[in-house]
Structures are given as C-alpha cells and as structure tokens.
C-alpha cells in the first residue's frame, strides 16, 4: 500500500488519540507539528543516501560567472576533486579560495524527494520512524507501546537495508 505523507501525517497524530484529518491543514497545530516530524524523518532517512537518492553526475560552470551552482534538491554534494567543495549555492575550490571554475566538476549527489516520489520501503521505515518520534515528543509515552514502534522501525529499517544492498550488488571484484 502507498502512503502519501497526509497517512502519515494522520498515524502520528493517532498514535497520540487525535482525530485524523482529511486534508492537509496548515493552520491546525496538531497538523504542523506531525508535519515537521515527518519532513524531519524524511530528511534524516535521506540524507544517509541510497540507491535511488545518490547520483554522480557532472555539473558545468555558468559561462558569465563562472560559478557552479548546487542543485536546489541536493541534500549533500561530494566532489571528486577533494579540493572541491559544496558552499552554500555553490561550489567553492579550497586551493584557490575561489567559486570561479574553468571545467566541469564531477560529483555525487545525495538528493531530496518528496515524501510521494519515494520508494515505498523508504516510505515504510520514514513512517513508522516519524510515528514513533511523534509519540515519544508528543504523549505521555507508553513504554511498552514505545519497544512496539521500535520494533516496527527496526523491521522497516531491516526491509530498507536489505533492498539497498540487493540494488547496490556489492561485488569483491569491483
């Protein structure tokens, strides 16, 4: 089953005994608070990269300025070049003191996605991650029911881990 992030927005707030919405309301507080738990989930799952969020690639230099800007989605860029680094916008060279490049860079990308676009193991392990975090901040938090959604987080993590390393094909001889 695909989950959009109003589902799970609407788990974490039945985790605590709020009534679920139908809609993505802004203005609702409860609804603001599930939705920055999610985006942090999303965010903190992401940003370790995976098989379908990291890319290497190539980015050119704007030909006025000369300046590589950084994707706008990128959570993290890693540059072949270890003089090279990301800063801010954009690309900065370390041993020139400088964001003026005169040739391409090639780097890695670790990038964001809405919640929708994600893989559903991801999706999975971002949910139940962002329920139990929702629980925890915002109920007088059960121990018991606690170990459950942690048990429900490290069997998602297991799923996610497992399909990582299926798309990944880790080879000895590489």
């Known amino acids: 089953m695909f ?6 927005v609407n ?18 507080p409860a609804y603001l ?7 942090a989930a999303r965010l903190t799952t992401l940003k370790r990269g995976w098989w379908f969020n990291r890319y290497i690639t190539t980015l050119a ?3 006025t300025t000369r300046q590589i800007v950084v994707p706008e989605y990128s959570i993290s860029v890693r540059c072949a070049d270890r003089n090279v680094v990301a800063s801010g916008r954009y690309l900065w060279n370390r041993k020139y003191g400088t964001q003026t490049f005169y040739s391409p860079q090639k780097v890695e990308i670790v990038r964001d996605f809405d ?8 999706a999975d392990y971002i ?3 962002a329920v139990v975090e929702y ?10 029911t606690t ?6 987080v490290q069997d998602t993590w297991r799923d996610l881990y497992q399909e990582e390393i299926s798309q990944e094909r880790p080879n000895s001889l590489d």
Do not use: F, W
Not at 3 to 8: K, R, S
Not at 33 to 39: F, I, K, L, M, S
Not at 135 to 144: E, L, Q, R, V
Not at 147 to 152: F, I, T, W, Y
């Open 3 to 8: 989950l959009t992030e109003l589902d799970v």
């Open 33 to 39: 608070g599930a939705e920055r738990t999610v985006t």
């Open 147 to 152: 170990r459950l959604m942690q048990m429900k």
């Open 61 to 63: 230099p704007d030909v």
């Open 11 to 28: 788990r974490c707030l039945a985790s605590v005994g709020m009534r679920r919405l139908t809609a993505q309301d802004t203005l609702h």
């Open 115 to 122: 919640y929708e676009d994600i893989p559903i193991l991801a």
């Open 127 to 129: 949910a139940a991650l």
């Open 135 to 144: 629980y925890n901040t915002n109920a007088n938090a059960d121990p018991n």
